[in-house]
C-alpha cells in the first residue's frame, strides 16, 4: 500500500521514530502548532510520560521529514489505552495522503502490539475514516478545557471500549518503568 504511494516520482516513507528524530519533530510542531500548543489538554497530559518510540513514526520523503505522529501510554479510568498525537504534516505535503498513512500505520503497529484502545482530542470527520468516533457523554472526560465532541476513541478490538470510562490520565505504572523506579 504505502509503497505505491508516490508524490511528484518521490516515494513516501514511514519510519519508527528515534531519539535522533526529537529535534526535528519538535521544529515541525513549533511551525505546525505554535507555541500555544502546550496549554492543550493533550499536551498536558503529555508532560507526565513519555511518547512510546517504537509506535510513533516520522513521514519522510528522500532525506526530508515531512510529517510525524506519536503515540503515549495513557490510562481511562484504571483501563489502558494510548493517546495519538500529535498528528502532524508539513503544510506544503498536506491534502496528499501523509497524515492518513501515518495514522493507518500507526494504528496497526500498535493493535499488533496488543493496544486496544487509542484516544485523541480531533476533528470526528478526518479521524472517523480510521475507525475514530467521538466519547458518549460522561462516560471519559481530560483535564483541563478539551471540547468534548473533539474526545474520540478508536477501538482496535472488538469491545474495548465496552463498560471502560473514568478520566483520561498518563499511566503512571509506564512512566516508572521507564525512569526505571
Excluded: N
Excluded at 483501563?79 to 495522503?97: D, K, S
Aim: hydrophobic letters at 45%.
Amino acid at each position: 500500500m504505502l509503497s505505491a504511494f508516490l508524490m511528484s516520482d518521490l516515494s513516501l516513507t514511514l519510519l519508527t521514530e528515534t531519539a535522533g528524530d526529537a529535534q526535528a519533530i519538535e521544529r515541525l510542531h513549533e511551525r505546525t502548532f505554535g507555541p500555544g500548543r502546550f496549554v492543550l489538554s493533550a499536551y498536558r497530559l503529555r508532560e507526565h510520560v513519555d511518547h512510546l518510540l517504537e509506535l510513533s513514526l516520522t513521514a519522510r520523503i528522500g532525506t526530508l521529514l515531512v510529517g510525524s505522529v506519536r503515540l503515549l501510554p495513557v490510562c481511562i479510568g484504571d483501563t489502558p489505552a494510548l493517546l495519538l498525537g500529535p498528528l502532524t504534516v508539513e503544510p506544503p505535503f498536506r491534502g496528499r495522503g501523509i497524515g492518513h498513512a501515518l495514522l493507518e500505520r500507526a494504528l496497526g503497529d500498535a493493535k499488533a502490539k496488543g493496544h486496544r484502545l487509542v484516544v485523541l482530542v480531533g476533528d470526528e470527520s478526518y479521524y472517523g475514516r480510521a475507525g475514530f468516533r467521538m466519547i458518549p457523554k460522561g462516560q471519559a472526560d481530560m483535564p483541563g478545557p478539551v471540547d468534548r465532541a473533539r474526545l474520540l476513541v478508536c477501538e482496535l478490538a472488538a469491545g474495548a471500549f465496552e463498560g471502560v470510562s473514568g478520566m483520561i490520565r498518563p499511566d503512571w505504572t509506564f512512566a516508572r518503568e521507564a525512569a526505571g523506579s
